[in-house]
């Protein structure tokens, strides 16, 4: 349990634009930040921080929260764990009794597996540095490779002993749960019921998480004999999928932000050769094929991907149409080759970091320009292979959405495969028309039906569209962002909006069950002489409450400062005739129900037979009518008769 004072002391502490800079490349625009959301696909922009508010909000998933929300939300943790992410993020002390293995286990079944993972990467470490056979195999390995210490303990990097179950067992000795070693592939169980290390006998490389938590392993044999796998990688678990992670991208991930571009390597080792020559952009796919998922993770730091291939041209063709992917996410892609078979952990080892930056400078190539190139070596003079590759290259080409950049790359391909430009942009638009048929879904026209709808269905109709939820709303959003201010009108004493809207609403019967709550909430609160403000709606326990705070306090739209600066065009802002919007606000709402009062008297006049309850139906009409008309005239309604 973590004190309320602690817990008061993460979220005042917590810095929202900080929390999620973390995950997310943002950009200032006016006076929030935003970005690519991470909770769902999207190439424009509607992820929304505001740093004086101290929320995110997406307007395309609807997502929104304070930073503890956040952490939550993208780590799929529970609030203790979001919680003690922030303390360690911010260095806050928190004091409270610390689990044993077996009550975390107990406690959050996800947990355990970080926890074992944890375990997992000290005991290598340990075994690594401490012991005679870790020093002079796997230290001496990582020492031969050229890795400094800094960077040998930055990446965790450790020793799996060259025993059955040295892992295991000590894992039981201390307590660990043989089912969480086995979920996480640490400990393989065999038929017979007894337990072997995975790992044995290999140097290991920790793979971490996006906020740098132990989530699996890989573990290289420096063994010669060609029955053993040369690479072993943690299976799939809970904590660890394969296809979403990047090695080494915890540590790249703020690099990658800074230098706007990434690093993309094969292996381990040629992310820390590379990170080692002081080039920190660089993370590798961890042994399998690119996928969507990592390529949307580094689009959420950069739009520009360097891949890093060694001289293995077979490899590099097998490679070349997955990387398409890249162009359909919007990313620019270039491509550098190392020469003499050399891969970047080897050519930065012999020639040292300058010659390795100099070589990346000096020899990058879009991707496109590559592909053509590498393709029509292959294909010679071969008239039918190179038609092939015309198709291929255009096929590339269309998956660009930028068109000024397809237009280039046409222009220079045109060149390449010596093709007429017309030829290429005939193909061009032969093949966009055809992904764009296989878009459209048919959708069978709807047949209307000659049946008479009921009076009891228009009833039902007319009931959904026919609430007060939007101006119900309306005074929710003007509460939570004006509330707290003190206005000097005119014909009042000085006053603070809270207060004089809900007096001017004393009449008012909400409907909307949580427009209900923060309406009885701000009853409640200014009954005691107190004036809440928009973060207790925005951190309160009900999320649903919360979540209409947030989406009440938020903007998508943002004036544009260049309205006036270069059109000399002024945009009048609501807050600046704050008495008129109050005042619309409160008023739209009574129109509203007074509306509803009327059609209701009208129905019952039509249904009532006695003409004198006909008569004192029609006095009140008139009553209610002058309340309508009264409220008409304030909002510059035009009354038809």
């Not at 689990?99 to 926890?115: G, M």
């Not at 290598?124 to 210490?149: A, C």
């Not at 228009?458 to 005074?475: F, N, P, V, W």
Request: glycine letters at 6%.
């Amino acid at each position: 349990m973590i004190p309320k004072d602690t817990v008061d002391k993460i979220i005042e502490t917590s810095r929202i634009e900080e929390v999620v800079g973390d995950f997310v490349s943002l950009k200032r625009r006016g006076t929030s930040m935003i970005g690519l959301c991470p909770f769902h696909n999207e190439k424009t922009p509607s992820f929304h921080v505001s740093v004086g508010k101290g929320i995110f909000k997406c307007f395309g998933c609807g997502k929104g929260g304070d930073s503890v929300r956040f952490i939550m939300e993208h780590e799929k943790a529970t609030y203790p764990e979001a919680l003690r992410y922030l303390a360690n993020k911010y260095s806050i002390e928190i004091a409270e009794v610390e689990n044993t293995p077996e009550e975390q286990a107990v406690n959050d079944r996800r947990e355990s597996l970080y926890i074992v993972s944890a375990w997992a990467a000290k005991f290598f470490q340990q075994q690594m540095l401490e012991t005679d056979e870790g020093k002079s195999i796997g230290l001496s390995y990582f020492k031969e490779r050229g890795f400094r210490d800094d960077i040998i303990k930055k990446f965790e990097l450790g020793y799996s002993p060259d025993v059955w179950d040295a892992l295991t067992q000590n894992a039981l000795t201390e307590g660990y749960n043989i089912q969480f070693l086995e979920e996480t592939g640490l400990t393989i169980r065999k038929e017979n019921e007894k337990f072997y290390d995975r790992f044995r006998g290999r140097v290991m490389f920790p793979i971490h998480s996006f906020t740098g938590r132990v989530i699996g392993f890989g573990g290289r044999t420096l063994k010669t004999d060609k029955a053993v796998p040369k690479y072993v990688n943690s299976p799939e678990s809970d904590i660890y999928h394969k296809s979403n992670v990047l090695y080494g991208l915890f540590f790249a991930k703020k690099s990658m932000r800074d230098e706007d571009n990434c690093y993309l390597v094969e292996g381990y080792a040629d992310v820390l050769s590379v990170h080692q020559a002081g080039i920190e952009n660089v993370v590798a796919s961890s042994g399998t094929s690119l996928t969507i998922e990592q390529i949307r993770m580094i689009g959420r730091f950069t739009k520009n991907i360097t891949i890093l291939y060694d001289g293995d041209e077979a490899g590099i063709k097998a490679s070349l149409r997955g990387l398409d992917m890249i162009l359909e996410e919007g990313l620019n892609v270039k491509i550098v080759l190392f020469p003499n078979g050399d891969d970047p952990d080897s050519y930065v080892q012999k020639f040292g970091s300058a010659a390795f930056k100099s070589h990346i400078e000096g020899n990058k190539k879009d991707f496109i320009l590559f592909k053509t190139s590498i393709l029509l070596k292959d294909a010679g003079n071969d008239p039918i292979k190179r038609a092939g590759i015309i198709r291929e290259v255009v096929e590339s080409i269309a998956k660009i959405s930028d068109e000024i950049k397809k237009s280039n790359f046409i222009r220079e391909c045109s060149s390449l495969l010596q093709i007429e430009e017309r030829a290429l942009i005939h193909e061009l638009n032969k093949i966009t028309r055809s992904a764009k048929a296989k878009k459209e879904i048919y959708t069978p026209p709807v047949e209307i039906s000659d049946t008479t709808i009921s009076t009891e269905d228009i009833s039902d109709i007319r009931g959904l569209i026919d609430t007060d939820e939007a101006q119900e709303k309306e005074i929710v959003r003007l509460l939570l962002n004006y509330g707290h201010e003190l206005v000097h009108w005119d014909d009042i004493t000085d006053t603070y909006i809270a207060p004089y809207i809900i007096s001017n609403l004393a009449d008012v019967t909400f409907e909307h069950p949580l427009c209900i709550q923060i309406i009885e909430e701000y009853k409640k609160q200014l009954e005691n002489g107190e004036l809440p403000s928009e973060q207790d709606f925005i951190k309160n326990s009900d999320h649903q409450i919360a979540d209409l705070a947030i989406a009440m306090v938020s903007s998508p739209y943002i004036l544009s400062e260049n309205w006036y600066a270069r059109r000399k065009i002024y945009v009048r802002n609501e807050s600046e005739n704050l008495r008129s919007t109050i005042l619309g606000g409160i008023f739209h709402l009574k129109k509203r129900k007074v509306d509803r009062i009327l059609r209701k008297i009208r129905d019952e006049i039509q249904a009532e037979p006695d003409a004198d309850n006909q008569a004192i139906l029609m006095r009140r009409y008139m009553q209610v009518k002058e309340v309508e008309k009264g409220i008409s005239m304030f909002l510059g309604s035009v009354i038809l008769k």
